[in-house]
Each structure stands twice: as C-alpha cells, then as structure tokens.
C-alpha cells in the first residue's frame, strides 16, 4: 500500500509517499481503507520531533513512521473476535497512540471506532474525533458548562474552538473567541458572540471576565487567566506550549485556593464521546468547519 513515511524528526521535508507492507488486523481489530484523514497540532510534535514526543516516540528517530491520528474509511476486514463492525462499515475514530492514519490502509481496536451517520462525509468524519472530544470534556466534563454563562474560547478559529462554539450554543451560552484576525470572519460567520483579534487586544487585560474559559492556546501565565475568571469561575486548557502547561500544572492548586478560581488541565479521552456527537450531527446541531481539502 501507498503511505506518506518520514524516518527522521524535521519539517514537512521529511514526508515522503512511500510503498509499505498492508497490515493485518489482530483478532480485536478491523482494516480500514482509509478515505480521509485530518492533520492535528499532535501530528505536527511527532513531526518535528519535540522533547515530549521524542520520550514517546523515539529519542533519535521516530519508532512510529506514519503519523495521523483522526481517520474515516470503509471497514475492509475484522479480526476473529470484533462484534461492532463488519465489512462495509464506514467508521471514524481518533488512533493516538497507534497513529498509521497517512496510509491506504490502517488497522484500528473496534473500541477506538464509531459508524458514521448517515449524511456525514469521509472529510467531515475525519475532521471530528480528537478535537471534538476536547471540546466536549473541556467544556461539559471538567468545565462543568450551566446555562446561559460567558464563556470564552482562546484559539477559537481550530477545530476545538469551533466544536466548541456549538456546544456552548447548545447551553445558551455568550460566546467570545479569541484568535488572528484573518480567523475573525469565519468565527463571526458561524455564531461567535464577540471576536477578538490577540494581536491587538489581551482579553485578560480588558476588564471583561467570564463564567468559563476553555483554552486551546496555553499562551498566557495562571494568573493572568485567573484575572480573567469572575468568582468561582473555571479555566479549562486542552493543550498549548509545554512550559506554561507544567507550570500550570505546578501553580493551579495555589491559585484555586487563594483567588477561587478553578483552573484545570483536561487530559483528552480518545472517542469517548462520539456516540453524542452521532446524535448531535443527525439533529443537525453540530458540523465540522473544514479549512481545506488536499
């Protein structure tokens, strides 16, 4: 089968369309003929070769040569002991960990999987599984989202910011978004309450403060998101720049306890919400927002 490979850590110079063996599903496993798959920040770290990802993945050269993570496709074969699927199924689902997305062929746990309904598109299945789930436990799960809140999203223009918008909606919510300002348009388009342009305005220094903060971006200290928190307020990040992350991590508990803030790092669970996702597409109360095709 045809995949795109890459044997050393660097930039996009290193992919190259490569002819590999096809696997084989174990017995709890299916083979999927991969028909779209969508490009996440994790792909990138893996890529590049980052300190974290090289703990993981290999510390000269990657162990896993084929990144791409959220994937949808047709079911092709089923392992001995798969019950879920069988041949013919379109199914989506989000392999990290396991990566191989970037190939004609990967193998996935049925566990890892959902049928896509219906109407949903290859290109929009794909687009789903990774972001949609921070967004969804970021928001409903650790941010404990109530109805009718002033709810700000930081990198609001990417996948988790734009689930994240419609989840929001779904509560009532007054939704800001934070982003570049080529991004403005879009997020307007699809139903931010108010855009704001971060190289012109820090919204943690505008007086403005917020029920809920869900943050895609991790680019400002504890505090200065604590400033931006009404009482009792939550902050909730779904990943960013390493650093501020651990410092976050290290710094959080002091804050909660002096400033009544609570200030939270979600640790995504892969696919465990795709079954309400399923039933929010098939409403017609949730779509992906696709930047672009390749």
């Not at 893996?46 to 949808?72: E, Q, Y």
């Not at 002096?258 to 795709?274: F, S, T, W, Y």
């Amino acid at each position: 089968m045809k995949a795109i490979v890459y044997h050393e850590y660097g930039s996009a110079d290193v992919l190259a369309p490569q002819e590999v063996e096809t696997p084989s599903p174990k017995d709890n496993e299916v083979l999927i003929n991969v028909r779209a798959v969508s490009i996440n920040d994790w792909d990138l770290a893996l890529l590049n070769g980052d300190f974290i990802n090289r703990m993981m993945s290999g510390l000269k050269r990657p162990k896993k040569t084929i990144v791409g993570s959220d994937i949808a496709g047709i079911v092709v074969a089923t392992g001995k002991d798969v019950t879920q699927f069988s041949k013919g199924d379109r199914v989506y689902g989000d392999l990290s960990g396991r990566w191989g997305g970037l190939a004609e062929y990967v193998c996935a746990p049925e566990t890892s999987l959902a049928i896509m309904p219906e109407r949903m598109s290859f290109e929009e299945a794909a687009a789903i599984p990774q972001a949609a789930m921070l967004a969804i436990q970021g928001l409903i799960d650790v941010g404990e989202i109530k109805q009718n809140q002033k709810i700000l999203i930081n990198g609001a223009g990417g996948g988790v910011g734009t689930f994240g918008l419609q989840i929001a909606k779904l509560f009532g919510a007054e939704v800001t978004g934070v982003d570049a300002a080529e991004k403005l348009p879009m997020m307007k388009s699809i139903g931010f309450d108010h855009v704001i342009n971060y190289r012109t305005t820090d919204f943690t220094r505008t007086g403005e403060t917020y029920d809920l903060i869900l943050d895609a971006k991790t680019n400002r200290s504890v505090f200065a998101y604590a400033r931006a928190l009404k009482p009792h307020g939550t902050y909730a990040t779904v990943g960013g720049e390493i650093p501020r992350l651990l410092k976050m991590l290290l710094l959080s508990p002091l804050v909660s306890l002096v400033h009544q803030r609570r200030m939270k790092i979600v640790a995504l669970k892969p696919n465990k919400d795709l079954a309400y996702v399923n039933q929010l597409y098939s409403e017609g109360k949730f779509r992906p927002v696709i930047d672009q095709v390749f």
